[in-house]
């Protein structure tokens, strides 16, 4: 997808401040993060939204989660808590349409979300 954001980091186009990468995955910081960790992780293919998974992405969703992991175990936020999300369409807060998991952390997250 030429046009998408996330696409041109994963291609170098744009260069995020990246802080896990594998063959599937890349993990980048949040441009304007909302809590002392805010790493998005993406799945390298494009793919817009939850709705547009299918059967064959549920191991890409998988290794989204377990670069989570990795990513709040490096940033020593994985003992305290941390929080993932992942937006899907306009209503609720997805601005970016390549999907994206939000780990947040390093500060007492309150629940429900806004
Ligand atoms: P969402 O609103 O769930 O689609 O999340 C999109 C996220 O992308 C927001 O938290 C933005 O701050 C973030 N974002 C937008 N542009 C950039 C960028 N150039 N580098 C890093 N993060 C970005
Ligand atoms: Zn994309």
New binding site residues.
């Given amino acids: 997808?030429s046009d998408?954001?996330?696409?041109k980091m994963?291609s170098g186009e744009i260069q995020p401040d990246t802080v896990y990468e594998n063959d599937e995955v890349l993990a980048f910081r949040d441009i304007n993060a909302q809590a002392p960790t805010h790493v998005l992780v993406i799945p390298k293919r494009?793919i817009?939204t939850i709705n547009d998974l299918n059967d064959d992405d549920a191991g890409l969703v998988g290794k989204l989660y377990l670069a989570a992991k990795q990513v709040a175990k490096q940033d020593g936020i994985a003992d305290n808590g941390f929080r993932t999300v992942m937006n899907c369409n306009a209503g609720a807060g997805q601005t970016v349409?390549?999907i994206h998991l939000h780990v947040l952390g390093g500060r007492n997250m309150q629940w429900p979300p806004g």
């Fill in positions: 997808m998408c954001l996330f696409c994963v494009h817009a349409f390549h």
